[in-house]
Nanobody, 119 residues
């Protein structure tokens, strides 16, 4: 498995912004789709956003539309999640995941990064 390492989480006030990063060592993401999921305290994990690495095609969950942007830097083998207008309900552990294009599901997950939004 290619390890995925998230970074960029932290504590921010409501209305603020954070940018999460997901970096992979070793092979490129070129055959994969990368996604961000999150798990709020006491709740199920939920889909946030997805990007097809080669094409840049994106998709977003309802909670992310209009506020979050997923992007990638091919030269750095890194995927980002720019989060703006953060709300207390965005508080969660955010996970990066990788899956092959054409497959269902994701085969590698990062360790997660905590995002806490204070009111």
């Amino acid at each position: 498995q290619v390890p995925l390492v998230e970074s960029g989480g932290g504590l921010v006030q409501a209305g603020g912004s954070l940018r999460l990063s997901c970096a992979a060592s070793g092979r490129s993401f070129s055959r994969y789709r990368l996604a961000w999921f999150r798990q709020p305290p006491g709740k199920e994990r939920e889909f946030v956003a997805r990007i097809t690495y080669s094409s840049g095609l994106t998709a977003y969950g309802d909670s992310a539309k209009g506020r979050f942007t997923i992007s990638r830097d091919i030269t750095k083998n890194t995927v980002y999640l720019q989060m703006n207008s953060l709300k207390p309900e965005d508080t969660a552990v955010y996970y990066c995941a990788r899956g092959l294009v054409g497959d269902v599901g994701y085969d590698s997950w990062g360790q997660g990064t905590q995002v806490t939004v204070s009111s």
